[in-house]
Each structure stands twice: as C-alpha cells, then as structure tokens.
C-alpha cells in the first residue's frame, strides 16, 4: 500500500525527509531502501539516522554488508549489494537485527526479498533526472502505524 510521496530537489531535501522518517520510526522496524545505484537510498538513509539521534557520520556500508550506530534505538544499515544469495544473511546472523529492538535499513533489500519481513516497511527511490528525485513509502500488509509513531 502505497502511503505517502516526497518529491526532493537536492541531497539536502532527502535527507530531510529522512531525519522526518527517523523520528518517527518505533523500535523493531525495518526499511527496506529500494532504488538503483545512486538513487539516494544512502542519503536517505544518512537523514533517518540523524532523525534517530545518531551523531555519527554515515557512510554506505557497501563493502562489509553492515554498519551499526546508536541513536535513541540502535541503528542497523545494511547494503546487500554485493550479496550473492540471500543465504549470506544467515551467516552474519541477520535474524537477531530484523527480528530485534533497533531499526534496520536495508539498501539493496530486494536482493533478500525472500527473508523479508511481513510487516516490513518499503522506500522506493526514482531518479527523475537531475537532481530530483521520486520517494515513495509503502507497505504490503497496512500495519505501518505498527512502524511510525505517526507519520509526519
Ligand atoms: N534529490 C536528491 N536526493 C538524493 N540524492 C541526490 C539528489 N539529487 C542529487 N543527488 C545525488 O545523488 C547521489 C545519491 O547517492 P547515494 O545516496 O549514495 O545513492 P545510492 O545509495 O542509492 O546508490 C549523491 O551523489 C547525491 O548528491
Ligand atoms: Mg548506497
């Protein structure tokens, strides 16, 4: 279910929507960050950061799968680009992040669709050209009010 739509001109303007995501998102929540290569999905992810209160500079964690931070609930950043298969999740103990208290975002999440849970939340990312730039959250089972305090 498609719940609500940014349009954002510029990095500034999604990570703005981000810190808005970020203080609004209730313990065990996970994101996936949907989008092609250099759609934003790090940008964003480095705005809902902040709004989660981590002071911390953000970077992708392309290379290593995860980074983690500690905000007002401990943060989980994921990119599952350069996963294989989705098995590789097991391997780095995936359930003990997505089935925990913090928040997980997931870039890259379609690459583990099948591990995915149920009352996960989806930030779909559409390059318009430019630097504008589409930003669609969604769920698949309408329990996002279980996600975000309320929606801002
Ligand atoms: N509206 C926008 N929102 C987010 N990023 C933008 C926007 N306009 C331009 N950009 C640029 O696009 C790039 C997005 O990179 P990044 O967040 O790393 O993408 P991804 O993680 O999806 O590969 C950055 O260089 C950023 O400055
Ligand atoms: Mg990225």
Redesign the pocket.
């Known amino acids: 279910m498609e719940i609500m739509t940014w349009k954002?001109?510029?990095?500034e303007?999604?990570q703005k929507v981000g810190m808005e995501l970020g203080a609004h998102l209730l313990p065990g929540t996970v994101v996936g960050l949907i989008?092609?290569?250099?759609?934003?999905?790090?940008?964003?992810a480095q705005g809902i950061c902040r709004g989660l209160g981590v002071e911390e500079y953000v970077t992708?964690p392309s290379f290593v799968l995860i980074h983690e931070y500690e905000g007002r609930l401990p943060v989980y950043h994921f990119d599952l680009y350069r996963l294989r298969e989705a098995e590789e999740l097991f391997d780095l103990g995936y359930e003990e992040y997505f089935y925990g208290d913090g928040v997980c975002l997931v870039?890259w999440a379609e690459r583990a669709a099948s591990l995915w849970p149920e009352d996960a939340v989806e930030v779909h990312?559409n390059d318009l050209g430019a630097?504008?730039?589409e930003i669609v959250l969604s769920d698949r089972t309408g329990k996002l009010n279980k996600a975000f305090q309320k929606l801002p």
């Open positions: 954002t001109s510029g990095a303007e999604t989008g092609a290569l250099g759609s934003g999905k790090t940008c964003l992708s870039e990312l630097e504008m730039r």
